[in-house]
């Protein structure tokens, strides 16, 4: 799709340390298409399962014309006791966006009818950053010069110990994409050490066969957040260009392995402002729509992440998808999915979580690092003598577990760091 | 008139308000103690295993009667382990279970819940049911050595109000259990009007929880309930509810 009007990110950076021989294959990859593997074939070894709701996803997001919306279907979404396919498809539209307002008061009713005043927390612990991947838009991607690391179980176990001393008792679980590097029984027995300090265990990997997503859910984890970045396929291989991560519908159908392999609840979003965030915010919604209708039994949540500055390219930001376009992407979001968690990172400002907490975002994170064995000295001021990996994002909300919940108290809101139980 | 009290399991109460567990907050919790004058007080036992600063264990006074719920189930098995770690956490004999595998409308699933009381009745619990109501499956639940049912009014949270009124008043006739309306009910009204009907007692959680000010809803729930009550006691039953009574009987004049 050709937006004009729109600059795009400029996301190709040469490292002065790749090898000319590094150089020569990124260069290929960037520019010529051919040189690139199919994105729609399964790799040897990725378990392919039998389900329907890709296409039912990608049947709608194909025929959707946002511009075809007008006031009075706005206006007739929000007068409806049930919010249908055709409803959140007029409340996404660009002639929604004057109704705002009218659509955050909808979406706080929602809210408190499904959460109260509740506010969940939780923090992110990456334990490694190595990648076989190249995506243009990660500082995490193979090419990126930056410092990778893998934390031992020592220093793993160090890491939950600082988190948990914090107060927290919901983690998630991050390692950049290598299967190599960061293997599922190192990835197990992190769940193991988690289970030890935390009541929630979460995981933000790269997809998994069922069989896996089983074995990690023995190891304690019960949840598994998989972004989709953009479901438009055609886009997705543009910015993918190599290792597994490159295969679409593997990832796309990684919330149904993990709902097989026994997790309880599963995570999804697009990363808006790589595509057209209009389409991709109606797909990751129906992913979650037609994925509950056949496991009614899962828990569901979306995220919302936007693109956001990466070591060695600070110019990368969320072109047309602004906190008002964020804005109505989750008031939307939630008019439609009134049952789903909604979570909103450390990626966007103070500002913007302390509001939108109060109309849709049912989850928030804090004390938020990105980077690699790094805890210590964020947490306790320490100068820990201990290596550290860089950053995936550069992250704006960089409150403590301490603020956030004063901060979230202060809004009228009902803190929360745990509502679960593994069973 | 003898002392009125709401008996369930032996356990005698004098409120007939139960304060539900979805959405909480301390001070929905002092609001249904002190105004609404709940005696009863659910707890979401995922809710409580937890070390947070703000422990809602740590808000119920004592004299409160804790019932536990076994939210988050997915079935009899997983109700059962919830309600056996309830107890090793200290909240009592009493569990209110609940067993959903729907996460859109958290309708609870009647089979499941039979099975659990089951179990749980056999080990002593003071088992509190959430179903779905049905006559047949209110009849298992008796049998099963449940100790009151609870009907839901309506999809929880929903405010809905009475959406099952005519099922609810099928098991007050025929179930010798006090029967606790639950889930759904969003207005005073309603809550008064299924006391009229012949509930035992009333749980409500969102009503309070959304309310524009707490106290005085949790106040205005405590009249409806006590108003409701006394009006079932009154003989509210005996009224007629088509056309008028007439003052002289309408068969004066048989004679032999």
Known sequence: ?423 | MKEDKLVIGGHEFNSRFILGSGKYSMKLIDAAIKDAGAEIITLAVRRANTKEQENILDYIPEGITLLPNTSGARNAEEAVRIARLARELGCGNFVKVEIMRDSKYLLPDNAETVKATEILAKEGFVVLPYMYPDLNVARDLANAGAASVMPLASPIGSNKGLATKEFIQILIDEIDLPIIVDAGIGRPSQACEAMEMGAAAIMANTALATAGDLPMMASAFKSAIEAGRRAYLAGLGRMLTRGAAASDPLTGFLHD
Not at chain 1, 368 to 391: L, N, Q
């Open chain 1, 1 to 423: 799709m050709i937006r004009g009007d729109i600059m795009d990110n400029r996301f190709f950076v040469d490292s002065e340390f790749l090898s000319e021989e590094a150089l020569l294959k990124k260069h290929e990859l960037e520019n010529d298409p051919k040189s690139r593997k199919n994105h729609m074939e399964y790799l040897p070894g990725m378990e392919i399962i039998e389900s329907d709701v890709c296409e039912s996803v990608i049947k709608q997001m194909n025929s959707y014309d946002y511009n075809r919306y007008t006031a009075s279907d706005v206006k007739a979404a929000l007068q409806h006791d049930t919010c249908t396919i055709e409803d959140f498809k007029a409340l996404l539209s660009p002639a929604a966006e004057p109704f705002l307002e009218l659509m955050a008061e909808r979406a706080r009713l929602e809210t408190s009818k499904h959460f109260g005043n509740t506010v969940y927390l939780f923090t992110p612990l990456y334990i490694a950053n190595y990648c076989e991947n190249y995506c243009v838009y990660c500082g995490f991607n193979c090419y990126n010069h930056i410092k990778r690391m893998k934390l031992t179980y020592e220093q793993i176990e160090k890491e939950m110990k600082v988190i948990a001393d914090s107060g927290m008792e919901e983690i998630l679980i991050l390692t950049g994409e290598s299967r190599a590097k960061s293997d599922i029984e190192y990835i197990g027995e992190a769940c193991k050490l988690a289970r030890k300090y935390f009541r929630m265990v979460g995981l933000e990997i790269y997809p998994v066969n069922t069989d896996e997503y089983r074995y990690l859910h023995e190891c304690g984890a019960d949840y598994v957040t998989v972004f989709q970045e953009t479901y438009d396929s055609d886009k997705y291989e543009t910015l993918h260009l190599l290792g597994h991560k490159r295969v679409w519908p593997y990832r796309f159908d990684a919330q149904e392995r993990a709902l097989r392999g026994g997790m309880r609840g599963v995570a999804f979003s697009a990363l808006l402002g790589l595509s057209d965030f209009r389409k991709d915010a109606l797909a990751s919604a129906l992913h979650v729509y037609y994925l509950q209708r056949k496991y009614p039994h899962a828990e569901m949540s979306l995220s919302c992440p936007r693109l956001r500055p990466i070591i060695n390219n600070d110019k990368i930001n969320p072109l047309d998808v602004h906190e008002r376009q964020l804005c109505q992407v989750l008031c939307a979001y939630r008019i439609f999915l009134p049952y789903v968690g909604i979570t909103v990172s450390s990626r966007e400002s103070a500002a913007f979580r302390n509001g939108i907490v109060k109309i849709a975002a049912t989850k928030v994170s804090a004390g938020v690092s990105t980077g690699i064995g790094d805890h210590e000295s964020k947490y306790t001021g320490k100068d820990a003598d201990a290596d550290m990996g860089d950053e995936q994002f550069e992250i704006d909300d960089g409150r403590s577990l301490e603020t956030m919940y004063k901060d979230i108290a202060d809004e009228g809101l009902q803190p929360v760091l745990n509502d679960y139980l593994y069973v």
